[in-house]
């Protein structure tokens, strides 16, 4: 199974058309292998428009980047 690690380092884009901020706008449910899309990464968005592909491993902490705090 590919992670998303595997298809490089994040590449953080922004969708055409949408300006929200509350995120979930941002995902949507791929046609291919029913996987949530997380469309401010373009490497899911690739991964996702290849015509025939397996679901991407969960990969939970590459997937989101937080900002923790410093204190
Ligand atoms: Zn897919």
Not at 25 to 47: E, H
Request: net charge negative; glycine share 10%; aromatic share 8%.
């Amino acid at each position: 199974m590919t992670k998303l690690s595997d298809l490089g380092p994040p590449m953080p884009g922004m969708p055409h058309g949408k300006g929200k901020e509350n995120g979930q706008d941002y995902f949507y449910s791929c046609a291919t292998c029913g996987q949530k899309v997380d469309m401010r990464d373009f490497r899911q968005v690739m991964w996702h428009e290849k015509p025939d592909h397996e679901p991407l491993e969960p990969e939970p902490d590459a997937t989101v980047i937080e900002f923790t705090g410093k204190k």
